[in-house]
């Protein structure tokens, strides 16, 4: 198991708002991260279409996964979301997070989410981290 994957395995222990979301692995590297899910009723605005908040989450959460792949915990700091098109009940989304400048305290990342069905781009999401001096523990991966 990769040191990616060991830390995305040890986030969604505890990330219950990204289990309730549905999101599963397609492919985590050190600093990128692809993931996707599946919208539910539940995600639905008023208008039937996936709620701002929950669409934020989702690349929020491939973000986080991206950002702490290095194996050293990193907490957001800022993020911001442009919203293109709108998802809907049954989309399957796809959301690609890239590391686009990494230093010692501070990374930005990249995330662009689709519509795995059509291919559309829906949102684009940018945010940066704070890389703290603690590390994930993968003791706990390591004897699996």
């Known amino acids: 198991m990769s040191k990616a994957e060991a830390v995305f395995n040890q986030?969604?222990?505890?990330?219950?708002?990204?289990q309730w979301?549905?999101?599963t692995p397609v492919n985590l590297d050190e600093g990128?991260?692809?993931?996707?899910m599946?919208?539910?009723?539940?995600?639905?605005?008023g208008f039937g279409i996936?709620?701002?908040?929950?669409?934020?989450?989702?690349?929020?959460?491939?973000?986080?996964?991206?950002?702490?792949?290095y194996g050293r915990v990193a907490v957001s700091i800022q993020g911001s979301m442009n919203f293109m098109k709108s998802a809907k009940k049954g989309d399957v989304l796809f959301a690609e997070a890239?590391?686009?400048?990494?230093?010692?305290?501070?990374?930005?990342?990249?995330?662009v989410v689709i519509?795995?069905?059509t291919e559309e781009k829906l949102y684009l999401f940018r945010g940066t981290v704070y890389r703290s001096n603690?590390?994930?523990?993968?003791?706990?991966?390591e004897k699996r």
Not at 11 to 18: I, L, P, T
Not at 32 to 36: A, K, L, P, V, Y
Not at 134 to 141: A, I, L
């Open 98 to 111: 890239n590391a686009m400048n990494v230093t010692h305290k501070t990374a930005d990342f990249d995330v």
């Open 38 to 45: 599946t919208v539910k009723k539940e995600m639905l605005n």
């Open 11 to 18: 986030m969604m222990e505890k990330d219950y708002c990204s």
């Open 134 to 141: 603690k590390v994930h523990s993968f003791e706990t991966f």
């Open 32 to 36: 990128h991260c692809q993931i996707e």
């Open 21 to 23: 979301m549905g999101i």
């Open 50 to 69: 996936l709620h701002g908040g929950i669409a934020y989450a989702f690349a929020d959460s491939a973000f986080a996964f991206a950002s702490n792949s």
């Open 115 to 117: 519509n795995k069905q």
